[in-house]
T-cell receptor
Framework: AQSVAQPEDQVNVAEGNPLTVKCTYS??????LFWYVQYPNRGLQFLLK??????LVKGSYGFEAEFNKSQTSFHLKKPSALVSDSALYFC????????????FGSGTRLQVQP | GAGVSQSPSNKVTEKGKDVELRCDPI?????LYWYRQSLGQGLEFLIY????????KSGLPSDRFSAERTGGSVSTLTIQRTQQEDSAVYLC?????????????FGPGTRLTVL
C-alpha cells in the first residue's frame, strides 16, 4: 500500500524568507510524486511533479521540490515566500504498481506573514 | 482553455434523499477521477474512469454510491439515501491519459451538505 505523510499541519514563514513544506512517502515500487495547492473554496491546482531524472523539479509560481530516494522525501521549497502563497498544500503519490488513483497527504497550511 | 467544471457548486439535501453531482472534464481528457474531501478524512479516492469504463471503484464507501460516464466525457456521481456522514466536498479531476506520469486537473468541487 502507498502512503504519504505531511508531518506539519501548519507552517508559518515571513514574507521574503525561504519556505519548506515537508512530505515523505511510502510505496512498494518507483514513486510518481506530485504537489498541489488549494486556495479557499477552490479545487486543487497542480504545482509540479517528479517522475524520473533530475532530483530537483521546478514548477509553477517559483516553487521547486527535491526528490530524495534514500530519505523517501519530496519536500516543497521556495526561495522567497509571498503573502499570496498562503494556502493549503498537498503532496500526493502513485507507484508503478498500476493503481491510477493518487494517494494524498493530510495537507499543510502555509501562512506567510507580511 | 476551459478547465474541469462541476455542478452544482453547492448542494443542501435532507437525509434520505438522492443526489446527483456532475463533472465536465477537460476536452480530450480520457481519464476521470472522483475524490472526496472532508475534515476528518482528508482527500479520499472514490472511482476512476478510463473512457466510459471504471476499472477502479475501490474507493466507493458503500453501495449507495455509484457513478457513470457517458460519451467518454461527462460523469455523474450519484449518492442514494444520503446520510449526514456523506457531507463533504466532492472533487472531480481529469487527465490527458491514464499513464502514471499524467497529472490530474481538478474542478472546483461540489460542497454537499446533508441535513
Amino acid at each position: 500500500a502507498q502512503s504519504v505523510a505531511q508531518p506539519e499541519d501548519q507552517v508559518n514563514v515571513a514574507e521574503g524568507n525561504p519556505l519548506t513544506v515537508k512530505c515523505t512517502y511510502s510505496v512498494s515500487g518507483n514513486p510518481y510524486l506530485f504537489w498541489y495547492v488549494q486556495y479557499p473554496n477552490r479545487g486543487l491546482q497542480f504545482l509540479l511533479k517528479y517522475i524520473t531524472g533530475d532530483n530537483l523539479v521546478k514548477g509553477s509560481y517559483g516553487f521547486e521540490a527535491e526528490f530524495n530516494k534514500s530519505q523517501t522525501s519530496f519536500h516543497l521549497k521556495k526561495p522567497s515566500a509571498l503573502v499570496s502563497d498562503s494556502a493549503l498544500y498537498f503532496c500526493a503519490v502513485r507507484d508503478n504498481g498500476g493503481r491510477r488513483a493518487l494517494t494524498f497527504g493530510s495537507g499543510t497550511r502555509l501562512q506567510v506573514q507580511p | 482553455g476551459a478547465g474541469v467544471s462541476q455542478s452544482p457548486s453547492n448542494k443542501v439535501t435532507e437525509k434520505g434523499k438522492d443526489v446527483e453531482l456532475r463533472c465536465d472534464p477537460i476536452s480530450g481528457h480520457t481519464a476521470l477521477y472522483w475524490y472526496r474531501q472532508s475534515l476528518g478524512q482528508g482527500l479520499e479516492f472514490l472511482i476512476y474512469f478510463q473512457g466510459n469504463s471504471a476499472p477502479d471503484k475501490s474507493g466507493l464507501p458503500s453501495d449507495r454510491f455509484s457513478a457513470e460516464r457517458t460519451g467518454g466525457s461527462v460523469s455523474t456521481l450519484t449518492i442514494q439515501r444520503t446520510q449526514q456522514e456523506d457531507s463533504a466536498v466532492y472533487l472531480c479531476a481529469s487527465s490527458l491519459g491514464s499513464d502514471l506520469y499524467n497529472e490530474q486537473f481538478f474542478g472546483p468541487g461540489t460542497r454537499l451538505t446533508v441535513l
